[in-house]
């Protein structure tokens, strides 16, 4: 049975699906009400492509393309259970907050684990914590996680978050620090990528980022070395 889903603001400025095409894009979403509330549901194309595009002829021709371009980005998991297909929306719990999930419909894939997803509920209720901060990045947190979680692919800073680095440091290009904090935390292997605050590492990353030959920093929110060197 099919279900409400949403779909966040920054959706289409993310990177990941900048990599795909608009089709793929559609698809993403498309996939999304009819998923169980963790993230499944059948892969068969031909089912899918009457299910979702009804009106277009061509889907099931392509479809299949547009599942391959998701599951390169890491969008997707597609995998087979006894001799059924089914796939899996990767960090599904950062695209949709679920309070109270129901049974699943569909079989987990054989890398899924009741501790990953654990992991997972526990990753995205620290990374949608991020959603009641005010402009200045601060104000009332979610409960304290009990494990970090590592960087989606996707990830982008909130609102409050963005402006308060643009704030905090008119001296450095924050759209840019973005990609660089992301590119780099997202790279990071093992345990050296496993952060229990976000937040705060993007707080941390801004005021140690380097700026603008000639520019001045916020005397509050140079560095701690800068600090030193100017004390």
């Known amino acids: 049975m099919a279900r409400i889903r949403s779909i966040k603001p920054e959706f289409p400025q993310s ?3 900048g990599r795909v095409s608009r089709e793929a894009r559609l ?3 498309l996939l999304w009400p009819i998923c169980d ?3 499944r549901t059948r892969a068969a194309s031909r089912m899918l492509a009457s299910t979702l595009f009804p009106y277009d002829d061509d889907a099931k021709d392509l479809i299949d ?3 391959d371009e998701l599951e390169r980005e890491g969008c997707i998991l597609r995998y087979e259970v006894n001799g059924s297909t089914y796939l899996e929306i990767t960090n599904w719990l950062i695209h949709q907050k679920i309070d109270k999930p129901s049974k699943p419909q569909f079989p987990e894939s054989s890398g899924s684990s009741r501790e990953g997803s654990r992991e997972s509920r526990e990753c995205s209720r620290l990374l949608l914590g991020r959603e009641g901060k005010g402009e200045d990045g601060k104000g009332e947190d979610a409960p304290p996680a009990k494990r970090g979680c590592r960087l989606p692919s996707d990830w982008q800073p ?3 978050e963005l402006r308060w680095a643009t704030d ?3 001296d450095i290009d924050a759209k840019a620090e973005v990609e660089r904090f992301r590119d780099y935390w997202v790279a990071q292997a093992g ?3 496993v952060k229990l605050d976000w937040s705060a590492t993007w707080r941390n990353w801004i005021r140690n980022a380097r700026g603008k030959p000639g520019a001045t920093a916020s005397p ?3 560095s701690p070395a800068s600090r030193r060197k100017l004390a």
């Open 15 to 17: 990177e990941s699906m």
């Open 27 to 29: 698809l993403f979403i």
């Open 37 to 39: 509330d963790y993230g």
């Open 65 to 67: 393309g547009w599942l």
């Open 158 to 160: 909130t609102p409050g």
């Open 168 to 170: 905090a440091r008119p």
């Open 191 to 193: 345990q050296k990528g």
């Open 220 to 222: 509050d929110d140079r």
